[in-house]
């Protein structure tokens, strides 16, 4: 089946030490997101990439970073991990024309000690 | 702004009673909407979405969601809920900004269906 693969699914790591997190899709689409999600409120948007080209939140810190090698792998590198960052970390595709939906991975969650 | 406002953050129905989950937008442009559940420890889970049309869109698992311009809401509904049916919701609409496509969530829901 078509899905969307994140590794690992459980992450720990200590403060400040860099960490990446995988995303692998089989859906062929244009459109990758990653998205943070702390203790069930609504998943925060850092970054997005379409094709190849590489839309950053605002808001989003410089300790974020992100990488499409290819259509199919997403990586997200947190440089200095902090406490604050301990969360659910969300991978999403979809189609690029609006009215198609997302379309989730499972998630990683990263515990910072 | 463009926004999408749950005003509810809990909603409890018992097993085989109907269910409502509110939302409301604010867009530009027309509304591209979407409903997605979320389980423990889980990613999003699409349920239904309204792009253009019938304004009563069916979706998986017995939901449904009505659209209404007018209120600028969408609505989530099911005639008879499920215990299963418990997890968190979701409203999102998808949006203009900057140039760029993206997704704006609602703060969610958690529905608690009641044996």
């Known amino acids: 089946d078509a899905m969307v693969i994140q590794n690992p699914r459980y992450q720990v790591t200590q403060f400040g030490k860099p960490v990446t997190l995988s995303c692998s899709q089989t859906?062929?689409?244009?459109?990758m997101y990653w998205y943070q999600q702390k203790s069930s409120q609504a998943p925060k948007l850092l970054f997005h990439?379409?094709?190849?080209?590489?839309?950053n939140e605002a808001d989003t810190p410089d300790n974020f970073q992100s990488r499409r090698p290819n259509t199919s792998f997403c990586f997200l590198d947190i440089r200095s991990p902090g406490l604050g960052d301990a969360a659910m970390y969300l991978c999403?595709?979809?189609?690029?024309?609006?009215?198609?939906?997302?379309?989730f991975g499972p998630g990683t969650r990263l515990t910072v000690l | 702004a463009q926004s999408v406002a749950q005003p509810e953050d809990q909603v409890n129905v018992a097993e085989g009673n109907p269910l409502t989950v509110k939302c409301t937008y604010s867009?530009?442009?027309?509304?591209?909407l979407f409903w997605y559940v979320q389980y423990p420890n889980r990613g999003l889970q699409f349920l239904l979405k309204?792009?253009?049309?019938?304004?009563l869109v069916k979706g998986s698992y017995g939901f449904e969601a009505e659209f209404n311009k007018s209120q600028t809401s969408f609505h989530l509904k099911k005639p008879s809920a499920l215990v299963s049916d418990s997890a968190l919701y979701f409203c999102?609409?998808?949006?203009?900004?900057?140039?760029?496509?993206?997704?704006?969530f609602g703060t969610g829901t958690r529905l608690k269906v009641l044996a």
């Open positions: 999403a595709t979809s189609r690029a024309s609006l009215g198609h939906e997302q379309f």
């Open positions: 859906l062929n689409h244009n459109v």
């Open positions: 990439y379409y094709d190849k080209d590489f839309n």
């Open positions: 867009v530009s442009g027309n509304p591209y």
């Open positions: 309204y792009i253009t049309g019938d304004n």
């Open positions: 999102a609409v998808r949006a203009v900004s900057s140039g760029t496509y993206k997704y704006i």
